[in-house]
């Protein structure tokens, strides 16, 4: 009888063990589950997001302790001891320890005017409590209580289990220092002997070659420099490339205004505004998040049943009028089912270079073409990959910050690739922005051989440089074909493998293109399209900026092959259909701020540039300069000259007497139009191209809301009376 109760008792208590054991389990999953859905509730699935969305409401801010109590269940049901715990009474403190912590923060939302909500029961308790006893008395009993219902529910459970963890975490740390350390001195008394060993095997004149040396040698020589990157081992490397040395981070200057302040009580506001304005105009809608960023803040809006996006665009100067900003935007947010209104901020915060290439996304990137453009609205680094878009087409009005975006983006690579790995085609027909990195051993000419390269300035020799591109494009085509490879990536990982010499990447930067198609416009556009259409595969990637994005400069064909576009703010909507087509660049606000249309993608990413000052890319040019590092590359020879080839002179002439005619047809009618110059000129291609011209040189402007020609006749006088000067030879 005695072995009976015996043998039920053991029974009881293994059965009791396996109910803990599953109620443990349970918990578990509970903790794990409700801290995914907190901390990623648009990743936590539908159940998860109707899980997070009904707490939020019922319990505010305390719904992330939900979370904490579910742990202290799990680690109550794993000890043993929790057998002795009294079920009933933890089940009351843990209920009066969520509910005190809605209440505590409803309260300090109210007291602090911080950003914490108690969700319905806060909102409930709290306006009752405080109406008996008032704000501050409430505030202290509520947190007398939090505090003592959380000690209650954490003793001896909580407290000693995480004690026994961080101890043992702790022992575990000590121990695994000690053996890393001795594992390192035997592992450096190891390398010594066999260094001594393989030198007193090796005849003295024998140059050591850097396959010798050991991987830990090789981190500790990365860490003594910063951003020190050493060429693949092979015996062919040569010392100069062995000691280059990537520019280090320190050279940009910390910006004090990168980080932005966030005064909610002022976005409070602006949300409140919002909404009364829209309700003004019989459209209800509710703020569903407010997400600020350096240079506008976004509020997302639910609009009410059976109202369109429409109605919003339709009232955009209205809202624009009533906030006080020129630049409001209107974008629609389909993961959220919300409409997005960005709003300028009062005051903006420059985004810096060096917080860009300082973040996680640009030191993980391993393209060397990696670009840092700039921060989103909501304040996070936005890097893109050039060697995947993999042309980028850029446009933007006189101040707008198109410059300012072309150096962050040569400085990005410069900080990713060394000189035989990535080199520049810089062409700047206007002779003021790229003439700092004219000494760089990345500077590639295909026309002239390495030692002479230069930025491009002139409009002849940009025609020619991109015609033997096309040429250099095809010669590679014919390697790349000879050695059964598809693309430059699977091209060099072969001649590493073989140790030959692999192939660089070439970027060519044009700063205004729009002055290049203007003077020699048929070479350049044939050029510029052969390329875009096959130059991705051998390691060839265009960028095209211009500040005047029209139909005659940007192409179709042109635009068919430029799939990425970075558009400034613009002068007009119709530009900014030229460049993203659709609207949205006019609305932009300047200094940077962009739209970044990705390829495939519909919808443009709002985003602030990158800012990066003339100095601080004086200093970084200066760094590479003084390494001395040799430019090693062969030009490409054309040995025929084409019959339509590109005639400055000729071209020169021609185009100042259509100018002088224009004027004289301008100056007669006192009016212009393509029409006019068309039915002069015979051509409607020409027409376009005399018009342009007129506009660039200050003879005809269009002012902002208006679609007529302004005629400058001070300025076309004296362009008359100069001609004069210059034929008497009195000037």
């Known amino acids: 009888?005695?072995?009976?109760?015996?043998?039920?008792?053991?029974?009881?208590?293994?059965?009791?063990?396996?109910?803990?054991?599953?109620?443990?389990?349970?918990?578990?999953?509970?903790?794990?589950?409700?801290?995914?859905?907190?901390?990623?509730?648009?990743?936590?699935?539908?159940l998860g997001r109707i899980f997070s969305?009904?707490?939020?409401?019922?319990?505010?801010?305390?719904?992330?302790?939900?979370?904490?109590?579910?742990?202290?269940?799990?680690?109550?049901?794993?000890?043993q001891s929790s057998v002795k715990y009294k079920k009933k009474d933890h089940f009351i403190w843990s209920v009066v320890f969520i509910v005190s912590a809605a209440v505590l923060f409803e309260a300090i939302h109210f007291v602090f005017m911080i950003r914490v909500s108690g969700g319905w029961i806060g909102d409930r308790s709290y306006a009752f409590f405080k109406e008996l006893f008032g704000s501050w008395f409430?505030?202290?009993?509520?947190?007398?209580?939090?505090?003592?219902?959380?000690?209650?529910?954490?003793?001896?459970?909580?407290?000693?289990?995480?004690?026994?963890?961080?101890?043992?975490?702790?022992?575990?740390?000590?121990?695994?220092?000690?053996?890393?350390?001795?594992?390192?001195?035997?592992?450096?008394?190891?390398?010594?002997?066999?260094?001594?060993?393989?030198?007193?095997?090796?005849?003295?004149?024998?140059?050591?070659?850097?396959?010798?040396?050991?991987?830990?040698?090789?981190?500790?020589?990365?860490?003594?420099?910063?951003?020190v990157r050493m060429i693949p081992n092979r015996e062919k490397a040569s010392k100069e490339v062995l000691n280059y040395r990537l520019p280090s981070i320190d050279f940009l200057s910390i910006d004090s205004t990168t980080n932005f302040d966030v005064n909610k009580n002022d976005f409070f506001k602006t949300a409140k505004l919002l909404r009364k304005t829209l309700a003004d105009f019989g459209i209800n809608a509710e703020v569903k998040d407010i997400i600020p960023g350096p240079v506008v803040t976004r509020y997302d809006l639910v609009l009410a049943p059976g109202i369109?996006?429409?109605?919003?665009?339709?009232?955009?100067?209205?809202?624009?009028?009533?906030?006080?900003?020129?630049?409001?935007?209107?974008?629609?947010?389909?993961?959220?089912?919300?409409?997005?209104?960005?709003?300028?901020?009062?005051?903006?915060?420059?985004?810096?270079?060096r917080e860009i290439l300082g973040s996680n996304a640009f030191k993980n990137s391993k393209s060397l073409v990696t670009l840092a453009l700039g921060k989103t609205t909501d304040g996070v680094g936005y890097v893109a990959d050039l060697a995947s878009m993999p042309h980028l087409l850029i446009a933007g009005a006189t101040g707008s910050g198109k410059s300012v975006g072309i150096h962050?983006?040569?400085?990005?690579?410069?900080?990713?690739?060394?000189?035989d790995e990535v080199k520049f085609m810089l062409i700047d027909p206007k002779r003021v922005e790229m003439l700092i990195y004219k000494d760089l051993p990345h500077i590639y000419n295909p026309c002239t051989y390495a030692v002479n390269a230069d930025v491009i300035t002139s409009p002849k020799e940009a025609a020619k440089a991109l015609k033997n591109l096309v040429v250099l494009m095809e010669e590679r085509y014919t390697k790349f074909a000879k050695d059964m490879v598809r693309n430059i990536e699977e091209y060099n990982s072969k001649m590493v493998s073989i140790g030959d010499k692999k192939e660089f990447y070439i970027i060519v930067i044009i700063d205004e293109f729009a002055d290049l198609m203007l003077m020699a416009q048929k070479e350049v556009e044939d050029s510029v399209q052969r390329l875009a259409q096959m130059a991705r595969a051998v390691g060839i990637h265009l960028v095209l900026a211009t500040q005047r994005p029209s139909v005659n400069v940007i192409t179709g064909i042109i635009k068919a092959n430029f799939p990425a576009r970075l558009s400034f703010q613009t002068t007009s909507k119709i530009d900014s259909r030229v460049i993203l087509d659709m609207l949205g660049a006019e609305c932009l606000i300047g200094k940077g701020d962009m739209l970044f249309l990705p390829p495939g993608e519909a919808k443009p990413i709002r985003l602030q540039g990158a800012y990066v000052s003339l100095r601080e890319a004086e200093r970084i040019v200066s760094f590479i300069n003084d390494q001395k590092f040799p430019r090693i590359y062969k030009p490409i020879v054309i040995k025929f000259r084409d019959k339509n080839s590109f005639d400055e002179n000729e071209r020169g002439d021609k185009g100042e007497k259509d100018l002088i005619s224009a004027l004289k047809l301008v100056n007669e009618r006192g009016r212009v139009s393509q029409d006019l110059l068309k039915a002069?000129?015979?051509?409607?291609?020409?027409?376009?191209?005399?018009?342009?011209?007129?506009?660039?040189?200050?003879f005809i402007t269009k002012p902002d809301g208006t679609?007529?020609?302004?005629?400058?006749?001070?300025?076309?006088?004296?362009?008359?009376?100069?001609?004069?000067?210059?034929?008497?030879?009195?000037?």
């Not at 319990?59 to 202290?72: D, H, K, P, Q």
């Not at 009232?315 to 947010?333: E, F, G, H, Q, T």
């Not at 007529?708 to 034929?727: G, P």
Request: aromatic residues 10%; hydrophobic residues 45%; positive net charge.
């Open 680 to 698: 002069n000129f015979g051509s409607s291609a020409r027409a376009t191209n005399i018009l342009s011209i007129l506009e660039i040189k200050g």
């Open 408 to 419: 962050s983006i040569i400085l990005s690579i410069l900080y990713k690739a060394r000189p």
């Open 138 to 227: 409430c505030l202290g009993a509520v947190a007398i209580m939090f505090f003592f219902s959380a000690v209650r529910i954490s003793k001896h459970s909580l407290i000693s289990y995480m004690c026994n963890f961080l101890r043992k975490l702790i022992a575990s740390f000590v121990k695994l220092r000690k053996n890393r350390v001795q594992n390192v001195e035997q592992k450096n008394e190891t390398r010594f002997v066999l260094r001594q060993e393989f030198s007193s095997k090796m005849p003295r004149s024998v140059f050591i070659t850097p396959n010798i040396i050991s991987k830990h040698e090789k981190e500790e020589d990365e860490k003594s420099c910063n951003f």
């Open 707 to 731: 679609n007529k020609w302004q005629i400058n006749y001070d300025r076309i006088r004296n362009y008359f009376k100069s001609k004069v000067i210059d034929k008497t030879g009195k000037g």
């Open 308 to 353: 369109r996006i429409q109605a919003l665009s339709n009232i955009i100067d209205n809202i624009s009028l009533v906030m006080r900003s020129a630049s409001i935007r209107i974008i629609p947010v389909p993961e959220k089912a919300a409409v997005g209104i960005e709003v300028p901020n009062l005051s903006s915060a420059r985004v810096g270079l």
């Open 1 to 46: 009888m005695k072995n009976k109760k015996i043998k039920n008792r053991k029974q009881d208590q293994d059965v009791s063990k396996k109910n803990r054991e599953i109620v443990a389990l349970f918990f578990a999953l509970a903790f794990f589950f409700s801290a995914c859905v907190f901390i990623f509730p648009t990743k936590s699935g539908i």
């Open 53 to 79: 969305s009904a707490m939020l409401n019922i319990l505010g801010t305390a719904s992330y302790l939900v979370s904490l109590l579910f742990l202290r269940y799990f680690i109550m049901h794993v000890e």
